[in-house]
């Protein structure tokens, strides 16, 4: 038997009802009719090397290129010690697996290409994040690596620019309100990332499912709508189904209905499947893996294991499940490593502190008309049980470091 999902979060309550288990009669007729309205119902690399121990339909870590001769790459031909170390400051919102793993990636760098890095966070309280910012640049760090809480971009990219600190945001872009770039981002391309996750399961399905009738097939994405980097992730997901099942169901649950948690995504897709016993089989994709961590559960009490797939984004949580044993339904994510957004953006920022570069023309191939700074978009693949050892590693090697995993 498959072992489940090992919970990291405090186990939910009992009571939830459980619902009929899924059907595998394939050749009843469909009576699922297309909705894709959310449910009212009540989370620089160079050029890493392709694995070769991928899956099919899938590669190792994705290649991040400096090809248009511009710098603020690890491939910059620069003597890092050749100057006195840098001191970076690491900020962000609230302390979480994936920054404590951006910050161990800076550390372990730091020793490698002459920096230090000290971090702060604003204890998950959005008040007081402007505040603490301001405190923190008084410590007059030479640069700054922060993943900004988007209801304060704009403040954010005015505080920065007063202080005249050298900045490369992470995580989320910083952009006006015409969602022009006001700083150096470097985030995923959120809508490519969607589209494969349910390509993914597209091409994938047959190994768990066989040859089944797939007009049976709808599509469930738990999103946060608050957060527009991350909503974009979703309405990728409903694109690319909608470009491969034409006509069939799509159902978004949103957590801001819930809560931003494992089990605000439980409860959503426990209502959602509850309110579709007409969907026979399910992809669910998820904008963060702690949605993947609520839906796989909420999958599991309701006896739909054989009949649901998931996908989720992240690189963190996913693979200490698979280090634990875990082989359930939960298969694979489209991984951005905690390297990359950590490590693309401290290669540019030491450009920044050298002077090599400005917020106006740093990674100036990446710099979309309008915009202020460059959106450095990172694009990866999907992250197997079969793959996830090598495609970390080749990700942190392509850093030129050794991979601890």
Avoid at 21 to 33: G, K, L, N, Q, Y
Avoid at 97 to 122: C, H, I, K, P, R
Avoid at 209 to 220: E, P, R, V
Avoid at 242 to 249: F, K, V
Wanted: charged residues 20%; negative net charge.
């Amino acid at each position: 038997m498959k072992r489940k999902l090992v919970s990291l979060l405090l186990v939910l309550a009992l009571a939830i009802p459980l619902a009929v288990a899924c059907s595998t009669d394939s050749d009843s007729p469909s009576t699922s009719s297309s909705s894709s309205q959310p449910s009212t119902s009540s989370s620089t690399s160079s050029a890493p090397a392709q694995s070769s121990s991928a899956p099919a339909q899938s590669s190792s870590a994705p290649a991040q290129s400096g090809a248009g001769g511009t710098i603020g790459y690890v491939t910059d031909e620069v003597d890092h010690w050749a100057r006195p170390a840098y001191n970076f400051a690491f900020y962000t919102l609230a302390v979480s697996d994936m920054s404590a793993l951006q910050l161990e990636a800076l550390v372990q760098a730091g020793e490698v290409y002459n920096f230090t890095v000290y971090d702060q966070y604003a204890g998950g309280d959005s008040d007081a994040y402007i505040t603490n910012l301001e405190t923190l640049l008084l410590t007059k760090p030479d640069g700054l690596i922060i993943d900004v809480a988007p209801e304060y971009q704009r403040r954010v990219a005015d505080i920065i620019n007063e202080n005249g600190v050298p900045t490369v945001a992470i995580m989320d872009s910083v952009r006006d309100a015409d969602g022009h770039t006001l700083l150096p981002n470097v985030v995923m391309d959120q809508f490519y990332n969607g589209g494969r996750q349910v390509e993914y399961l597209s091409q994938n399905y047959k190994t768990y499912w066989g040859d089944i009738d797939t007009s049976k097939i709808g599509l469930m994405v738990i999103t946060w709508t608050i957060g527009i980097d991350l909503n974009t992730r979703g309405e990728g997901m409903r694109a690319k189904f909608e470009e491969l099942y034409p006509g069939q169901p799509v159902y978004f649950g949103d957590t801001a209905t819930e809560s931003f948690s494992a089990d605000g995504a439980y409860n959503l897709a426990n209502a959602i499947m509850s309110a579709h016993p007409d969907v026979e089989y399910w992809f669910i994709t998820t904008i963060t893996e702690m949605f993947a961590q609520g839906a796989a559960r909420a999958a599991e009490a309701m006896l739909k294991e054989d009949c649901t797939l998931i996908t989720s984004s992240g690189a963190t949580t996913l693979p200490g499940e698979w280090d634990t044993g875990y082989d359930g339904i939960w298969i694979g994510n489209y991984a951005v490593s905690p390297y990359q957004y950590s490590l693309i953006g401290a290669f540019g920022l030491i450009a920044l502190c050298d002077g090599r570069a400005t917020h106006a023309d740093l990674w100036d191939e990446h710099i979309r008309p309008g915009d202020f700074a460059a959106n450095f978009e990172m694009k990866a693949d999907i992250m197997t049980r079969a793959n996830y050892k090598q495609y970390l590693g080749d990700i942190v090697r392509s850093f030129g470091l050794e991979y601890r995993g």
